[in-house]
């Protein structure tokens, strides 16, 4: 099953609005899964967490957009954020512990930039 979520991101109530509706659809989603096994909280943690990311450090976090998409399978489950590609300033290093939440939720994470110069960040949950 595939679901994706898109809305415009900026300004920052409409990206809050996106994670709501993301957040809704929890309970279907983990009702997929045995009683016991559910990742599905530490996904929709990671989701936050890298949505909030692609608002507050890209173009989307300006009138851009965030796109949320959930890949599910027998045991295993995905997550990915794309964003309209990295802030036209640099960041300093540091800025939260995100990213460090994303990693010790899931079971693998990463990113990759795209040919159009959009980014995506990804993460990842299975269970037994």
Partial sequence: MHDTIAAAAGPRP????????FR??????S???PPGLCR???LMLAVSELASNAVLHSPSGNGGTVTVRIRTALRWARAEVTDDGP???LQAAGNGWGLEIVRA????????SLPDGRRTAWAEVTWP
């Fill in 105 to 112: 939720v899931t079971d693998r994470c990463g990113a990759a």
């Fill in 87 to 89: 802030a036209g300033t």
């Fill in 14 to 21: 409409a990206a809050e609005v996106t994670l709501r509706r």
């Fill in 40 to 42: 599905a909280d530490d």
């Fill in 31 to 33: 009702s997929r899964n």
């Fill in 24 to 29: 809704g659809r929890g309970p279907a989603f």
